[in-house]
């Protein structure tokens, strides 16, 4: 992770990305040297903001980013009385559960860990093909647990069996971007939430932020059009190095095969 910066020393950077020009976002020192319209009440700041804002939505969607990653500690396992099967209710900070490649919910047992797997919220609409296992027993893949999510709930497709009630479940998901603070007329001169509450620390390089910020911004104003191209560039090579680093955290995702039953006929 980084050390961060402030929404002041963001905008700050993202002006000197476009004009190479130190401009002071500080109302009490902008005042001394004729720059205050770039003080956090101001538009020119806001509009930085604002941009910035609009550029931490694209990166949530951008991929499911290991760095985001939150566990996720549900309670224990149990079947309710009058509701029947089990139902969590996702966390406020919660952008989504994680249900990729080998991600699932996992039921804490005093010989191990027993991984439930994550399913299609529709899969359970279509029938199923017959399958055997090298016992002759069908459709034991059937009577598995397995979890799915609807909206904001996570649920189950069975209720618990008794030898899996009262353990504990945990699972990941990934937390939602906070957008940075926009200040108004309420906000003092020197808000703290603007020029000392550190920000971009979950970010393994904010500058990337700080070049693509300022190439949205520069796209924007004539005077700058031959400097949309670099910062364009500048940014998706920040970019593919974040990718490159979050990859190197996880297994390569790949297909399994498993080998199907059979039953010997005579």
Known sequence: MSRGMTIADFVQQ????MYKVRLDVDLNNASVDGNA????????????????????QEFQKEQDWNFLRERWYMGFAH?????????????ENAYKVCTGYND???LHKPNGIIQIPFDEARSGNHNAIDMYDE???ANVDKNLQ????????LSFYRLWNRSEIGFY?????????EPLHICDNNCPDHCPKAYEEINFKWMPDPYYFVVRTAARRAAGDPSLSEMVQSLTDEASKFLSGIRENDSAHTNVDT????????????
């Not at 993202?14 to 990305?17: C, D, K, R």
């Open 79 to 91: 079947n309710h009385h009058l509701h029947g099967i089990q139902e969590f209710k996702l966390p």
């Open 104 to 106: 699932a919910v996992r």
């Open 37 to 56: 319209v770039y003080h956090s009440k101001s538009n020119k700041f806001k509009e930085v903001v604002m941009e910035a804002n609009f550029m931490l």
């Open 135 to 137: 016992y002759g027993s």
């Open 14 to 17: 993202v002006y000197y990305a």
């Open 146 to 153: 397995r979890a799915f999510v609807v909206g904001d709930t």
């Open 169 to 177: 479940l945990e699972t990941d998901y990934i937390r939602y971007i």
């Open 255 to 266: 297909y399994e095969t498993s080998v199907l039953g059979y039953i010997s006929v005579l």
